[in-house]
């Protein structure tokens, strides 16, 4: 079990599979749409955490989408029902703590 | 950088990776990478330099977290702990390392010595190896790229060249390559206004442009029907020439130019990687015609379909090839070659950079090897602090990367000094180099050496940081605080380092050592020919002033007699070729000889035309019977043949009986008519290729029986090189003003150049395997001294119960021998079983030659003896009372 809360990148990739399955380079392109260019995951930090959230059960390789135009084979990755639940939580969290920090400025 | 070599550098770095997880998303990396790249170029998010430094940094962090996330996996407890930020803690790891540095400067300043000397070869290595072998060639799908030539193994040839008849049906007939071209090469007088000048000519059938997918910058390529025989005039520039003579102007088209007195038109300019083909300066058709057996004397070039292999072409050219014999019957001795153009070009340089890249990685490994020696001794001192970090209850994973840190810091600054080095040192060697290799090869920069150095620095702090790290780890919770005693295992892991290293360097040194034994016996050989203070170059009398051979005999005669009429000139001759200029080959047939049968071996003769004169000038030894004189070879008389040592044995049974019997230019089939000449004298071999080359049969015949258009001039002259160079050059002027002067040279440089590679290659081989002694010894007295330092307890409780000195410093001796014996052994072993690859840089030498591994053996014994003496004194000179009283 990973503690609370996740690792800034992996809440990102989490977030980007959120939609739809994804391969790597598809998930690199969304976490720096979803973070207006602030986070720019390269290769080696990106399967490292994938390999991280699927040892941890979070994600989960499935096939290439028959819709894909691409006639290459390559993994694809999705959320699991405990990726989607731990998603919310990690939301939540975050939500009440910037809740509690507007509280605080505000 | 292209595509694919940006990929093949992404995945030698991604080596850095455990093969376990490399397994798994190793491929998906790669891609990800490739289509990163391209968004990067597309969306110009940065620098080239930018993209690469975070793809590395990435690399680099993710390698070591997974090397260090297996290795906790394995030594810690399944116990979850919280981890940390990754990133401060590596900033805390690296200031923490930083103060480490410099608090044991002498400890940081030998692993950053080390690891400099260890990369700075491989740094200079890796430039040449790269720019040989690895950058791709300038043009498109040059791997589809072949050399084409003919062998023919009866004539103790390896290559031949192409005939041009059998191109043309080769190029007809074949089904495996989608284009083919021939070309030669060949010198010509240069004319404009103003004295001539010597240029090189291409002379190429018209496809070759086609095979190597280029295009004239300006102008246009010769058409196929300007290529017969009697076509038009025409001429390509290329762009070096134009912009050296025409000041690139685009007027040039239409404009003419004299080659040998005849005008030229020229229609386009070649682009820049032309210079791949020749350096000459001008292309002109080769207008050859296929009905004529014209010799075999073109190179060719071919582009294989991109279905087809190189095994399939060459069957399938062989084949066109059995097809002429019952037209062509030479066809039966010669055979196509293929071969990549790369290996044709520089495969004989090949192994020899191998074994230079094979050195420096020897030395790095042994440098590595020491730092790894101490390191282990140091995580030996440091072992109370790591037990008491590990108590504070510091993860055995924290520890461990903090000592990588440490490692990978000093490391990188080692790295960083040593590849300055190394290219400052490759510099001049690649400044030296320039003209012994084909133009287009080129040792710049580029992203291919930089993944090498950042990978090579990698990749020996994991192999010798690792070890320690893992170890010192493990070890503290053993370790109490206070005094502790070298474990047993640990010495022997340091003993075992250092016979690794003893082994290592001993294999490298006796490479060097057959490599310079081999350098100094080519150095001694006797080449058969006065090598000191002869001077040499090449004329060539144009046919348009020049026509015919009386004409060119006129000239030879009142030039020779002029240049011996010259204060300052000792002596001077003239022959077709001078010794390590060339090859002009015939065969030749015995009269009385039966015709040689089917497939029997028919060695090529070296063919020269030589003044009178000629012997006494070069000084090469008459063995029998008499030089050529004045007369031979006039009109009158009959024709006369010298013929050398090899010759004469192996083809008129020994020098004596060669005398008078008559040879003939000719292959001996049946119904040819010889002209045949007497043989009046046997000369001495000349090592005519090189001392490092074997002779073949070579025959003289006077100048003045086959007077050439082309020849060369050899000159002994009282004073410097370079006034006998301007004394010729005045002496051929006055004689014709639009003479040039080429190739010139003195017989040692050409001997010196001959040899030059083997000198150099030998020259670093030697230099590494000194610099690997020289670790190795060092490793050696450290762990020697190390060891004493450890049991100085030990050995004062038993001189304090009598024990001698001369025994204390046996036992130390003996100890560190004893490893030494051990590397050389295993040393031994391994040089014999490399000696096979070795073998191939050998010309004289053996590669198990007693005498090298004997002396090698004796110097590694004695320079080890001298590293154990020291600290066995030292023992000996402990005295009991103060090292027991530390306790």
Known sequence: MIPSPLKPQWFQILLALAAQPLHGYAIQRAVLAQTDDQMRLWPAMLYRSLGTLEDEGLIETVPTPAEEPTDERRLYYALTDAGRDRLRQETELLARWVRAAEAELL | MSRRSARWVYRT?????????????GSEMERMFSELRETWQVERSGTVLGFWLRVVVDVLRGSMAEWLSLVSARTESATAVARSEPMSDFLADVRYAWRQVVRRPLYAGLIFLLMSVGIAGNTAMFRIFDGLFLRPLPFTDADLLMDLDETA????????????????????SNRTFASMAVYSESGANFGGEGPSERITVVQSSHDLAQVLGIEPVLGRFYTAEEDVPDGPDVALLTEGFWAERFAREPEVLGRSISLNGRAFEIVGVL?????????AQVWVPLQENPEQGSGWYLTGLGRLTPEATIEQALADLTSVHRGMIETRSVNETTSPVISPLRDRYLGEFRLGSGLLLAAVGIVLLIA??????????????????MSVRRALGAPRSRLVRQLLTESALLALLGAAAGSGLGMWGSGALVVAMRDRFPAWVTFDLDLRFLGFILGLTAGATLVFGLTPALRSARDTALATGGRATASIARRRGLGLLVAGEVALALVLLVVGGLSALDVWRLGRVDPGFQVEGTTGFALALPAARYPDADARLAFQDTYLEKLRATPGVESATLATILPLSGHMGYFFVVEGDPPPAEGEPNPVVLN???SPGYFQTMGVQLLAGRVFDDFDGRDDGDDVIIVNETFARTRLGGAESALGRRVAVGTGMPDSDEAWITVIGVTRDVRHYGVDEPMRPGVYQPLRQLPRATFQVALRFAGSDADAVSTARRVTSELDPELPLYSVRTMSEAMDRSLWTRRATSWLIGTFSAVALLLAVAGLYGVISYSVGQRSREISVRMAVGAQHGQVMAQVVRQGMTLVAAGAGVGVLASMAVGGLVAGILVDVSPREPVVYLGVIGVLFGVAALANYL?????????PTVALREE
Do not use: H, Q
């Open chain 2, 13 to 25: 770095l991604l080596r850095l990776f455990p093969p376990s997880f490399l397994a798994k998303r």
């Open chain 2, 608 to 610: 020269r035309a030589v």
């Open chain 2, 153 to 172: 193994p009866a004539w103790e040839l390896e290559y031949v060249g192409v005939a041009y008849p059998d191109f043309v049906e080769w190029r007809r």
């Open chain 2, 871 to 879: 600290p066995a004194r030292r023992a000996a000179r402990l005295d």
């Open chain 2, 368 to 385: 590595c090897a020491n730092i790894a020696g101490l390191m282990l001794a140091r995580s030996l001192t440091r072992a109370p602090e």
């Open chain 2, 271 to 279: 682009p820049p990687e032309a210079r791949f083909v020749s350096e």
